[in-house]
């Protein structure tokens, strides 16, 4: 049967919510970890950040993410489910904002408007191209 | 080069890799080959391309974060929105309907706004 658009199913909405959640958690924290570097060799920075507790909260996140994001793409199309989590930039955005202290512009929130309505169109259309739904 | 340069250098080979990334785990995700599969491969071969090429962009995201702010870099990794979108109708065989590729346009255009600079 084709999948009707605008009609998720409920384990695949879940899937997407986690994706974006982890996906923030991973931005920021990555973002954390990464800050404040010493300046030299390529290879110092990085051996800096494998150091640091939160580059390993990241990649857990990061292992969940995969893990999630698996189980997504066997529900749904690539081209339909990786722009939906396109909506991570605006809780990084706000996020950032709180947590990191960064600027917020009017035109980052003019951006974040027209991301919210992109993904809007996305979710309009079948989130399957056809065939039987693999999850697992 | 300056460090905002080697940032953005940094940034947008993360996005290649991330592109590519996506597509391999999708095909591990689906199993068996999909209608227009570009090289036959089992599974695991997919997800230990997939997971490679994420290791690749897990390193240059993290340079790139070194001299870039989040709020910037982030939403410039939204280029992969793009290269996923034209790698999945090439060669995933996806219907990429006209909502979707507008979908697709005004995310790219609402992250070009979220990387304008103050």
Known sequence: ?136 | MTNFAAGLVALLAAVAFESLAQLCLKLAATGAAPARQPVAAPARAWLALGLGAYGLEIALYTLALRWLDVSLAFPLSGLSFLGVAFLSKLLLGENLTGARWIGVALILTGTGCLTLPA
């Open chain 1, 1 to 136: 049967m084709k999948p009707a658009p605008g009609r998720l199913p409920a384990a695949l909405a879940a899937g997407l919510l986690l994706a974006i959640v982890l996906d923030t958690f991973v931005q920021l924290a990555w973002k954390r970890a990464a800050s404040d570097l010493p300046d030299g060799p390529v290879a110092l920075a990085l051996a800096t950040v494998a150091r640091r507790p939160l580059f390993w909260a990241a990649m857990l996140a990061f292992a969940a993410q995969l893990w999630n994001w698996l189980r997504v793409l066997a529900r749904a199309d690539l081209s339909f489910a990786q722009p939906i989590t396109a909506l991570s930039y605006l809780s990084v955005l706000g996020l950032s904002a709180l947590l990191l202290h960064e600027h917020v512009t009017w035109t980052r929130g003019v951006g974040a408007a027209l991301v919210l309505a992109g993904v809007g169109f996305i979710t309009r259309t079948p989130h399957r191209t056809g065939g039987a739904d693999r999850s697992p």
